[in-house]
């Protein structure tokens, strides 16, 4: 099956300042890659996904990047504020819905 | 978006007892799904909620301990059977509307 790998687990970051989280995929049939923030004690909220003809989507302070051929794809958010703070996961899937998640990296914006 | 809301929001229940966690969305959709996120991991998807037929489960998860409901589409409950300690989870259940899949808020759920 399909193994999403996330790095880094945590970051710190100080506001303004540019974050970037990464993930890589196995399986090359893999075609939706959606990126969800989770605050504490809450459900993931889709903040942006991108689909496999795309190799770049930008939504105000938020990108992320694709790369099929190295199975690759990342979070970049600039301009980081305290609210960015929170847990990030990536994930993947080849039917655009049964979803496989990486295992979140925990970002933390300081003032 | 969707909205979607799930009871309860948290229990603390006994081992060896079951638990029903209903999942509501306010609009009709296709596809509905249930995750597990155990303590400070990531999600695994348990089943998908198949209106008017058995849910799909995923590797390592069974009918047995995780019986699923979708009585109509806007509605879905997952019980969790039998407990032990480590059932305990945050259990979310997920929609699709669009292209895009949507969570409810979770129920955080420990097993003593």
């Known amino acids: 099956g399909e193994n999403v790998e996330q790095h880094p687990s945590t970051l710190s970051v100080q506001e303004g300042d540019s974050a970037v989280i990464k993930c890589t995929y196995s399986d090359s049939a893999s075609n939706y890659f959606p990126w969800y923030k989770q605050e504490l004690g809450k459900g993931p909220q889709l903040i942006i996904d991108i689909r496999s003809n795309v190799g770049e989507k930008k939504d105000q302070r938020i990108a992320v990047t694709l790369n099929k051929t190295a199975k690759h794809f990342s979070l970049h958010i600039t301009e980081t504020q305290p609210e960015d703070s929170a847990v990030y996961f990536c994930a993947a899937s080849k039917t655009g819905y049964a979803l496989n998640f990486g295992k979140g990296t925990s970002l933390l914006v300081t003032p | 978006s969707a909205v979607i809301s799930q009871k309860p929001s948290r229990d603390i229940c006994q081992r060896g007892t079951s638990l029903t966690i209903q999942c509501q969305v306010d609009s009709q959709v296709t596809m509905m799904f249930w995750y597990r996120q155990q303590p400070g991991q990531s999600l695994t998807l348990i089943a998908t909620?198949?209106?008017?037929?058995?849910?799909?489960?995923e590797s390592g998860f069974v009918i047995d301990k995780f019986p699923i409901s979708r009585p109509n589409l806007t509605f879905s409950t997952l019980t969790v059977s039998n407990m032990s300690p480590e059932d305990s989870s945050i259990y979310l259940c997920s929609v699709t509307r669009g292209h895009e899949q949507y969570f409810g808020p979770g129920t955080r759920l420990t097993v003593t």
């Open positions: 909620a198949n209106q008017g037929s058995e849910a799909t489960y």
